[in-house]
């Protein structure tokens, strides 16, 4: 019941999330927070007239980084002229995918495209869509040859854009489609909360595929190539520096590039 819920178990619940479950401390904290928005809600209608849910230790814990990909160019160059003539599944994938890495658009922006969104300016073609989760309207100049290709290739159909299937489909065969990419056998080492734990783990580039990787390979790409963070920001509608440098994934490589320059 709710009168049960006070800061003890609110420790218990911590303790058997990490313990028993051995969640990610990103997985924790959702749970959390939905726990005290449904005590919110019960004591804004009268259910309860507990409020331990606002006491200041009953929080979200400290969040571990997790290790997250982001694909050059040539990666993703190699997913885009893959043969899919086998699949009408995976090209559909690919497809969407593509247009993420193109526009750092989120699978919730992305998945709700419609042929308004398509804009044009004399010869120019730009997205527009204002973003779900920040609310920003955004618009994207329509310059990559491969979203050009996509946007093409989808004109006839009722929305003008591939129809993606559900973000956690789609990430099941993004895995799928990496398979079949050479440059995607590359394996990277790095640790992973495990619980209270942290782990070493080997994963293939593919194995660590997503639907956000699109979003960070885009917001990286850019920023390799001396796209200054201010301008990136306002196609990726991050709200601040250090947001957007939570996306960008740097390599050792990039930076000896970088450097020799």
Known sequence: TFKNIDQQFYYRFVDWMLDE???????????IA?????????????????????????KTIEEKETFEIALSDKEIDEIFN??????????????CFILSCCTALR????????RK???????????QIRTQKTGKPVTLPVIDQRLRYVLDKYEGTETGFPKPYSNQEMNRQLKVLGQRCSMLQKVE???????RNMIQVEKTRWELMKTHTGRRSFATNMYNKGVPPQYIMLLTAHTTEKSFFRYVRITPTDFTEAFEK
Request: hydrophobic share 25%; proline share 0%; net charge positive.
């Open 117 to 127: 969104s398509i804009l044009w300016k004399g010869e120019k073609r730009y997205l």
């Open 189 to 195: 080492r790095f640790e992973e909360q495990e619980g």
């Open 21 to 31: 479950r051995m969640y990610k401390s990103s997985n924790i904290n959702k749970h």
């Open 82 to 95: 893959l043969d899919l003539s086998d699949s009408e599944r995976l090209e559909r994938v690919k497809d």
């Open 34 to 58: 939905n726990l005290k928005c449904v005590l919110t809600q019960a004591l804004e209608e009268g259910v309860t007239e507990n409020r331990s849910h606002q006491h200041k230790k009953f």
């Open 107 to 114: 699978y919730s922006d992305f998945s709700k495209l419609k």
